[in-house]
């Protein structure tokens, strides 16, 4: 695990005056504060919140889906919803904007930050839209996405803006809308239009490339967009690995080749199994989906293991923002793979131990102190937010790099 000489850029002090309400210095105070929010986002694939926000399951499965998302929140501050276009608008005209909003504010109200997946994405995309020209197709995606970030702004101001566009113009399992207007537009084209009518709508949202291709074509592509002047907040990285953990040598290999940009970089969609590893020769993941794919005790010690080096070595890296487990339970976890924190009964695996106490105590302040004779105390804490205890008052403030040397608080 990362030591703390190796985390200064996740770390900030702070100087605080306590006085009362006359202004008048309180001196030798015991207070506490307590991190109740990290700035650096630990998220996951929560799509169970759409249940839950809109009660359209049973009494039962609704009761087994609160208590799966209990755990969740005690954990991580950050969730990604899904937005594929062919399941939230199926039927043109018809999306599940209300679905998803419930979903987005039950997150919000407790203080989760939500992302949307995806704006663009050539796979899981309408249907309905082979039945029109080009054209027709690239004015229903813009109208598309002036729809979905103007209605969740304010809920939503993370995006996936456009997904894998190093494939997208060569795709050829299926046709599609996408894959098509990719083809007349080119991948910097495309990326340039997704992401301009993403800004129009949303100017101060947080816009992602994502891509699960981290070779040197995602380089390349990345590279030509900010050549174009496309203005990428953050840069998005799958690391699905079904077929085995990548290890120290080839996260930092990455992690090195994709610093160079330097902007910051999101792990959004991460996923370590604890069953046994998927056969080398499989190409396309979406091509190995068995009836059972069981989470045993031997892999799950493994998956533990890998959760806290990985994470680890990702939260000690300057330029990582995000990390995003995709699968945050083996209940309908993605191709089966038992990648979850937490087993299809809900109960913890030890990653889920292992990951809370990386967020929870290795990497959280919660410490006391007493105000000196001019009522000041100084203390160092990892950025997000705080609460100050005096006696029976409580005080909110937020620690970052560039906080103010002094903050004056009236008790």
């Known amino acids: 695990m990362a030591k703390m000489e190796e985390l200064k850029h996740r770390v900030a002090s702070k100087t605080i005056k306590l006085v009362d309400g006359s202004g008048n210095p309180i001196a030798g105070k015991e207070i506490a504060l307590k991190q109740t929010n990290h700035k650096f986002l630990f998220g996951c694939g929560i799509f169970d919140a759409i249940d839950v926000a809109n009660k359209n399951v049973s009494a039962e499965r609704l009761a087994f889906q609160e208590r799966k998302l209990d755990q969740f929140l005690d954990v991580f501050n950050a ?22 909003k419930a979903a987005a504010q039950w997150l919000k109200d407790r203080n989760i930050t939500v992302k949307g997946h995806p704006l663009s994405w050539h796979t899981v995309t309408a249907p309905w839209l082979l039945e029109m020209s ?45 894959t098509r207007i990719s083809k007349d537009l080119g991948r910097v084209g495309i990326i340039k239009e997704m992401f301009a009518k993403t800004r129009e709508f949303n100017p101060g949202a947080t816009l992602l490339l994502n891509d699960f291709n981290t070779s040197i074509n995602y380089e390349i592509l990345i590279d030509g967009c900010l ?30 080749r994709f610093s160079h940009f330097g ?16 056969p080398a020769e499989i190409e396309d993941l979406n091509d190995y989906q068995i009836p059972e794919w069981p989470s ?20 000690k890296h300057p330029l990582v923002e995000a990390i995003t487990a995709w699968s945050f339970s083996d209940d309908g976890a993605w191709l089966g793979a038992p990648a979850g924190f937490i087993r299809k009964d809900n109960s913890p ?26 009522g000041i ?21 937020k620690l970052d790099k560039d906080a103010e040397e002094a903050q004056l608080v009236a008790i």
């Open 79 to 100: 969730a990604t919803l899904p937005f594929y276009w062919g399941t939230f608008e199926p039927e043109k005209g018809k999306p599940k904007t209300k679905e998803l």
């Open 134 to 178: 080009n054209e027709e197709i690239l004015a229903a995606q813009f109208a598309r996405i002036e729809r979905e970030v103007s209605d969740f702004k304010g809920l939503i101001d993370i995006w996936d803006v456009i997904n894998e566009v190093v494939i997208m113009p060569i795709f050829d399992k299926y046709d599609n809308g996408i």
């Open 227 to 256: 050549n174009a002047g496309i203005s990428i907040d953050a840069i998005g990285i799958q690391s699905h690995q079904h077929q085995g953990y990548w290890g120290h040598e080839k996260l930092e290999e990455v992690l090195d």
């Open 263 to 278: 902007l910051p970089i999101h792990f959004t969609e991460n996923t370590l199994p604890s069953g046994h590893i998927m």
């Open 296 to 315: 045993t005790p031997e892999f799950e010690e493994r998956q533990a293991k890998e959760v806290e080096e990985m994470y680890s070595i990702l939260f």
């Open 349 to 374: 695996k030890p990653s889920f131990k292992a990951v809370k106490k990386l967020i929870k105590e290795d990497w959280n302040t919660n410490v006391t102190s007493k105000t000196d004779d001019n």
């Open 377 to 397: 105390v100084t203390f160092e804490g990892f950025l997000g937010d705080y609460e100050l205890v005096c006696g029976d008052k409580t005080v909110s403030f």
